[in-house]
């Protein structure tokens, strides 16, 4: 039940983007700086007519769509990854500008491997000289030399003690490199975006505002549908576009996804509130459930009483216990714990009253129940 009076809650800000393995949960890829975040539904309302002058008898929704829009503000290689469906390595190639001194007429490298993607093998430019061949080093600098076995290169011919400024490949451990197929095979994932819950607290102040609470978007199976794009310029930070469609448990298997328990669902949104003692926040009522005409309990016997909180008019079940508060209005007859477990000390009648206040609007909320304890 909605209420005319409640707190209106505004989303704005930095989006933290998270996305896990389907198969086993391991984080793929993350992003605290997801600035460009949207959530849209599509459907479409097929009508049914019929009868004199062809009327609307009824509209059945059809073709339900949800799709995200993410964009990073930061660049990934772990995010393009999911997008292609390509896979990450180490031992990238890198480049490398070293100087060698000449000791004969040719010249020895370390390590030569083939550029990323070429097709000669390993080679090396020379790029200038320490010595008098310099200038004609330097008009051939976009020459590529063959780096034969043990690193020697080939055909270039060195003066000795001239040393040399070599441009070549070689590989690196913490280098990852990403390989782009060709058929791009986005991955589907398991995705949670969040971002921050403002609130207006009251008065006419318009700065009278602060952080709430943070909404959560959950998509079991999501799946990457953008192009794969990362921008840089001189002015702007590069992004990297992680929208995406959200998928059906049917839809997963189809992608070759297969879980034990279906789920014909897009998404979860959760609201979750921050603060000190947050899961009372949305409170709006605390119930024994199923006790209206009151309980027993025998000497020597204990009695567990069922209680829930109302969360928006809903019964629910309490997840924090050490929020609520319990008495009992006749101790020499019974007592209650703080989990709600009632103890006999005599029989004869006791009241047991639940209390909780709601951490947000200080509001307290309680119910009673009689409980009887009779002779074992």
Not at 155 to 173: E, H, Q
Not at 319 to 340: H, Y
Request: charged share 10%; proline share 2%.
């Amino acid at each position: 039940m909605d209420s005319f009076k409640k707190e209106a809650l505004f989303s704005k800000g930095i989006v933290n983007a998270e996305f896990f393995s389907v198969e086993n949960d391991n984080l793929l890829a993350y992003s605290a700086y997801v600035s460009n975040f949207g959530v849209e539904g599509s459907m479409n309302n097929g009508e049914v007519s019929g009868g004199p002058g062809n009327q609307l008898v009824m509209l059945i929704p059809d073709t339900a769509r949800l799709n995200v829009t993410a964009q990073t503000a930061d660049t990934n290689i772990n995010s393009l990854a999911l997008t292609v469906g390509g896979t990450l390595s180490g031992n990238g190639v890198i480049e490398t500008i070293v100087g060698v001194t000449a000791a004969s007429t040719s010249l020895t490298l370390t390590g030569a491997v083939a550029p990323m993607g070429g097709q000669n093998g390993a080679v090396c430019y020379i790029l200038t000289s320490s010595g008098s061949d310099r200038a004609a080093v330097e008009a051939a600098s976009g020459t590529a030399y063959a780096v034969g076995d043990g690193g020697a290169v080939v055909g270039f011919t060195a003066v000795p003690s001239n040393t040399y400024c070599v441009k070549y490949f070689i590989t690196n451990s913490s280098a990852q490199a990403l390989t782009i197929p060709a058929l791009f095979a986005p991955k589907v994932v398991r995705a949670h975006f969040a971002v921050n819950l403002y609130a207006k607290k009251g008065g006419s102040d318009v700065m009278e505002s602060s952080i709430v609470g943070i909404r959560h978007y959950y998509f079991p199976y999501y799946f990457f549908t953008a192009a794969m794009k990362e921008t840089a310029s001189q002015t702007e930070t590069g992004t990297v576009d992680l929208s995406g469609t959200c998928l059906s448990y049917e839809q997963a298997i189809a992608n070759g996804n297969c879980a034990a328990i279906g789920n014909q669902v897009y998404g979860f949104i959760v609201d979750e509130m921050l603060g000190t003692n947050s899961s009372t926040a949305k409170v709006d009522g605390i119930y024994f459930i199923g006790l209206g005409g009151g309980a027993s309990v025998q000497m020597g016997k204990t009695l567990t009483l069922p209680v829930k909180y109302s969360v928006g008019g809903v019964l629910t079940n309490i997840s924090d216990m050490s929020q609520v508060t319990f008495e009992s209005s006749a101790t020499s007859v019974a007592t209650v714990s703080s989990s709600g477990v009632v103890t006999p000390a005599s029989t004869g009648t006791t009241i047991i009253t639940a209390k909780v206040t709601n951490s947000m609007t200080e509001v307290l909320y309680q119910d009673s129940v009689t409980v009887t304890v009779t002779a074992a």
